[in-house]
Every structure is written in structure tokens, then in C-alpha cells.
């Protein structure tokens, strides 16, 4: 009997796995390469920041933006094994931000947050509390694509299926809030290099539209299938 049994990898998704997991592996080097070179740039070499906040501070501003690039780069492939690598990775990284920005919250990192009392603005209360339920969303949304996965279910073809578009919502409105008083004096941005906040702001919004687009252009869809 030369039946191939439905739960062996064939030859060609044995493949196109390897081909998949070096592609993931490109990015998810390339975009913490690139983050964490522009953030060094940025906020060390051409700015205030001293190069004892590396390890943490800095890093953390590259967790945040590679993240976020493999988020949105999880979008942009047609096949459901691919996205949901770059999309697990993403989220990694973003709990990863998630963690160092619990660690980094003190008035001496970010003075503008606190009031006199030691207590969050309401700017900065809003902006954590976006960037906290985008980061319990992207949990989410990991945790139901794997066990969509175990169970042997329909690939949904995508990590970040209907709240994708809620987490680039809610990450667009955690960067609006905490950055863009700095996006208006351009002259005083470190080397004239725009802030990482709106780098990741336009990588958002940019994302985000693109899905409302798609989703407008094609109406209603199926129920299982990724949105
Ligand atoms: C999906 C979830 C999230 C995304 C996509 C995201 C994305 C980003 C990005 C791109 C930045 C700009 C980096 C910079 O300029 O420094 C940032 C900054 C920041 N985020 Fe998030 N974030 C998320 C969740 C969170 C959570 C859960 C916290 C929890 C406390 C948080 C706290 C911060 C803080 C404190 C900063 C400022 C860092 C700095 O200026 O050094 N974020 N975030």
C-alpha cells in the first residue's frame, strides 16, 4: 500500500518547512539587527543616552521594533506555517519588551510619566494600558493558534486572524500616546533621525490600513479563513 498517511510530512512540506524556518530565521535576525543598530545609533551615538543602558534600555527599544516589524511581516506571506513562526516570534520579542518595560517604569527613564506624586500621567496610563492589552491579545491569539495546530485543525492561514487588526489599533494608539509630542520638533530629533515611536506608529497605522483596505475591498469571508 503506497498510501501517504495525512499526518507524515510530505517531501515538498518538508521543504518548504526548512525553506520557511530560514526565512523566519532572516528576519527575526535582521530585524534585531537592524532595530538594535538604529536604536544604538539613534539614542547612544548621536544621543544622550550612555552606553551603560545598553543591555536594557536600548535593548528593549530594539525588542520593541523587531517585534513589531515581525508582527506586521507575519501579514505579508500567503503561507499559514510561515506566518505563524514570524507571528510567534514576534510576540516573543514583545513579551520580551513587555518584561524589560515593567523593569525600566521609574520617573529616571521616563520623567515625563509621573506626576509629582510618583503617580502615571493619564497619557501615560493610556499608553501602557494599550500596549498592555495588545500584548494579552498577541498571547492570545499565539496560544489559540496552537492549540488550533494540536488539535489538528483548519490553519487559520494566520497568528493574528480577526484581533490583528485590534492589536495594530491598540499598538498605533500606545505609540501616539507616549511619542508624539517629540514627532513635532524635528529639528531636536538625535542626528535627524525620527524616534523609533514613530517609526513603529507608521509601521502600524501603515498595517493596519492595508488590512482595512483588503478586508473592504473583498467583503465578508468565510468563517474559517484568516482575516
Ligand atoms: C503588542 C504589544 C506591544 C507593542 C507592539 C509595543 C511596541 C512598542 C514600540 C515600537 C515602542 C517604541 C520603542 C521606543 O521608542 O523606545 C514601544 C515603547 C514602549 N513600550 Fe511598548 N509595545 C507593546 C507592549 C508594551 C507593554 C505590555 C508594555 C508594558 C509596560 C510596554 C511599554 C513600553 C514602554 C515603557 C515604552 C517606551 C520605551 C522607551 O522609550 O525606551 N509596551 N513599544
Redesign the pocket.
Known amino acids: 500500500m503506497n498510501r501517504i498517511r495525512q499526518d507524515e510530512p510530505s517531501a515538498a512540506s518538508t521543504l518548504s518547512a526548512g525553506g520557511g524556518r530560514k526565512t523566519t530565521a532572516l528576519w527575526v535576525l535582521g530585524s534585531l539587527a537592524a532595530a538594535g543598530g538604529y536604536?544604538t545609533l539613534r539614542y547612544v551615538v548621536l544621543g544622550p543616552v550612555p552606553w551603560q543602558q545598553l543591555p536594557l534600555?536600548?535593548a528593549?527599544?530594539a525588542l520593541?521594533?523587531a517585534?513589531?516589524v515581525l508582527?506586521v511581516a507575519a501579514q505579508c506571506y500567503r503561507s499559514p506555517g510561515l506566518r505563524r513562526q514570524l507571528g510567534c516570534w514576534g510576540?516573543g520579542l514583545?513579551a520580551g519588551?513587555?518584561m524589560a518595560?515593567?523593569m525600566?517604569?521609574h520617573p529616571a527613564?521616563?520623567p515625563g510619566?509621573f506626576t509629582d506624586r510618583g503617580q502615571f500621567t493619564l497619557q501615560a496610563g493610556v499608553?501602557?494600558l494599550?500596549?498592555?492589552l495588545?500584548?494579552?491579545?498577541?498571547g492570545y491569539l499565539v496560544l489559540a493558534s496552537i492549540q488550533r495546530e494540536l488539535r489538528g485543525g483548519e490553519p487559520s492561514g494566520s497568528l493574528l486572524l480577526g484581533g490583528g487588526t485590534l492589536?495594530l489599533g491598540?499598538?498605533a494608539l500606545?505609540?501616539f500616546n507616549?511619542?508624539f509630542s517629540g514627532w513635532l520638533t524635528p529639528t531636536r530629533w538625535h542626528g535627524g533621525l525620527p524616534?523609533?515611536?514613530l517609526?513603529?506608529?507608521l509601521?502600524?497605522s501603515g498595517a493596519l490600513l492595508g488590512r482595512l483596505l483588503a478586508v473592504g475591498g473583498r467583503g465578508p469571508r468565510p468563517r474559517n479563513e484568516a482575516r
Open positions: 536604536a534600555y536600548v528593549n527599544k520593541a521594533l517585534g513589531l508582527v510576540a514583545l519588551h513587555g518595560s515593567f525600566l517604569l527613564y521616563f510619566w499608553s501602557l494599550c500596549g498592555t495588545a500584548l494579552v491579545l498577541v492589536v491598540l499598538t500606545h505609540l507616549m511619542g524616534p523609533i515611536t517609526l513603529g506608529f509601521l502600524a
